[in-house]
């Protein structure tokens, strides 16, 4: 099966581990046909710059697009190497998220949202003091707002506060509660032709399981999704490409029968097999 990583972040992410270079290289290894480099830019810590707490994006960002397309053309016939940003929280801040959108001629725009707004990261909740139903009701709301969005490819990890929900309290929620606000959501993806990830990252957690999960994944596709991207959200050239099979497994279970590569925000259908 043609395997392609669509979730990776390089050195110039403030939370990861390797350069492009050795991400492109560890994707060799494992016979991947193609990665997205999708390095973090939080829509509303663009104007802290240099004193933010995930580093300067002005500088990261430039940074990145560079060493993915000198990876393209070092790897052209071995690996291909797409142009990407996980933009964080694009609708926080409308103004620094077209500033963003400028730093480069992107393949490929993940979105995400890993703060709300007046909180802190999820990573830093504590759960044993803030209610786990009011911040999903919360963050589904927020999220809903992110996938009217214009501009960007892919929503990434759909149920992204469960990584810490479950890591923190042992539980994984019952996510019956926020079906309505999830059907919302995915059909504005379906209305707006975005694509839903599924991001294999919690296979390696303690929530077991891919994001969405297989139940979300079928509610999905039984309201006509189509468009659906893999990635490994992959923070060290050791995880890349690590997990695809399984989050591929999900989506044919789900239904599936492909799944899409973005190249100048056009998606190329890849056959499940
Ligand atoms: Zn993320
Ligand atoms: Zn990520």
Do not use: W
Request: aromatic content about 10%; overall charge negative; some cysteine.
């Amino acid at each position: 099966m043609i395997l392609c990583d669509l979730h990776t972040h390089s050195l110039n992410s403030f939370d990861a581990e390797n350069t492009v270079d050795e991400m492109c290289r560890a994707a060799i290894a494992r016979g991947l046909e193609a990665i997205a480099v999708t390095d973090h830019c939080e829509a509303p810590f663009i104007s802290c710059g240099e004193d933010c707490e995930f580093g300067s994006f002005d500088r990261q960002i430039p940074q990145s697009v560079r060493d993915a397309h000198q990876a393209a053309e070092k790897y052209k016939g071995k690996l291909r190497v797409l142009c990407g940003m996980e933009l964080g929280e694009p609708m926080h801040d409308p103004e620094q998220t077209a500033h963003a959108l400028g730093y480069g001629d992107f393949d490929f725009i993940l979105a995400s949202v890993h703060n709300l707004r007046g909180r802190d990261d999820f990573y830093f909740m504590d759960f044993s003091k803030v209610s786990v139903d009011e911040i999903l009701r919360e963050y589904f709301d927020e999220l809903a707002e992110t996938a009217a969005f214009p501009d960007f490819d892919s929503l990434a990890h759909l149920t992204y506060p469960l990584r810490y929900i479950v890591e923190r309290t042992g539980v994984y929620p019952d996510l019956s509660p926020y079906t309505g606000q999830i059907e919302n959501i995915f059909k504005i993806l379906i209305k707006n032709q975005k694509a839903l990830e599924i991001n294999v990252s919690g296979l390696f957690k303690p929530m077991n399981t891919t994001l969405p999960d297989l139940p979300l994944l079928r509610l999905y596709r039984e309201l006509g999704g189509r468009l659906i991207t893999v990635g490994t959200d992959a923070h060290t050239a050791a995880m890349v490409g690590r997990g695809l099979e399984d989050g591929l497994s999900a989506a044919r279970e789900a239904g599936f029968d492909s799944y899409a590569v973005y190249q100048s925000h056009t998606p190329h259908l890849i056959p499940i097999k």
